[in-house]
């Protein structure tokens, strides 16, 4: 992120705080978490974003891959990727407020150059990044 003046036609995104208790099977407290969201309801098209979409898979098409693994004898893995909003490189200029606890009681904003949680955006250039480097991997 970095800090400094929004130019003069562009509103800065609000952002939250949201915090978590995180448990294990017992019900015992094992940690704290926090993340930033940004309150991307307030984002306009054409300026601070310009696609959002997401591909997805059709419940169709797992239920066809999970039968043909099962058919040929092969092991099914699933993965989740810790922190994937936060992956994907920004395109546009995307400015937030400063958040709460970091604010220096300026006007000064944070010009964004990572996505985050909230952005409608966040989820497209996760996909990018990701569909970039299985490519540079060898996967079609």
């Known amino acids: 992120m970095g800090n400094g003046d929004a130019p003069c036609d562009r509103k800065p995104i609000a952002n939250k705080w949201v915090f978590l208790k995180k448990y294990d099977k017992s019900g015992i407290l094992t940690k704290y978490k926090a993340r930033l969201v940004a ?3 307030s984002q306009i098209p ?3 974003f ?3 979409f997401t591909p997805v898979v059709r419940l ?3 239920w066809s891959i999970i039968a043909e693994t099962i058919q040929r004898g092969w092991k099914l893995r699933q993965m989740d990727v810790k922190g994937a909003y936060l992956n994907g490189l920004l395109k546009e200029e995307v400015y937030m407020a400063q958040p709460e606890g970091f604010d ?3 006007s000064r904003v944070c010009r964004l150059i ?3 949680y909230g952005l409608k955006q966040s989820g497209r250039e996760w996909n990018e990044q990701l569909n970039k480097k299985l490519t ?3 996967f079609c």
């Open 136 to 138: 540079e991997k060898g």
């Open 114 to 116: 990572k996505t985050l």
């Open 46 to 48: 054409g300026m601070d």
């Open 39 to 41: 309150k991307g309801f």
């Open 50 to 52: 310009n696609q959002m």
């Open 104 to 106: 220096d009681r300026t």
């Open 60 to 62: 169709e098409t797992l």
